[in-house]
């Protein structure tokens, strides 16, 4: 059994590749700060929803109506990922049109930093948790 199999591991999987991506998208906006013209660009959030979907094996969510009084819920449809950067402004942009703010990609770097480490905590935890579990009891 892979651990990528047990749904937690396959959204934190997800969510890694997604801080990885971030980090480059960043560093790509800092090494274009001298460029003119350069807008910078940074991943749409990382949401829930978009990680059940988002990784191809499983289908979104859809409620099921298990009893005849209960309301049928409307089927969510399949969220694509939304990986693709897109052109954000940072709060500056200089007299040849380049916007990118060292300042602000340092933030983002940081917080994309912070919740990778957030991210791996949680993954070693979940796999002390998997080692545990899968020990002969003393």
């Known amino acids: 059994m892979n651990p990528t199999d047990i749904p937690i ?3 934190l999987k997800s969510r890694l590749g997604y801080l990885g991506q971030r980090e ?9 700060a001298d460029t003119p013209g350069y807008t910078p660009r940074d991943l749409r959030t990382f949401t829930f929803n978009v990680a ?5 094996v499983r289908p979104a969510v859809t409620p099921v109506q298990t009893q005849g009084a209960h309301m049928m819920g409307k089927a969510s449809q399949r969220i694509a ?14 007299l040849d049109g380049n916007s990118v703010s ?27 948790l998997l080692r ?5 009891p003393r």
């Open 132 to 136: 545990m579990a899968a020990q002969k």
């Open 52 to 56: 059940l979907g988002a990784d191809g």
């Open 81 to 94: 990922p939304e990986r693709r950067p897109q052109k954000q402004r940072d709060t500056v942009t200089t």
């Open 9 to 11: 591991f396959a959204m």
């Open 102 to 128: 060292l300042e602000d990609q340092m933030l983002k770097m940081a917080d994309a930093k912070m919740n990778y480490d957030a991210a791996i905590g949680f993954y070693q935890k979940s796999l002390g």
């Open 24 to 32: 480059r998208v960043i560093s790509e906006n800092v090494a274009n």
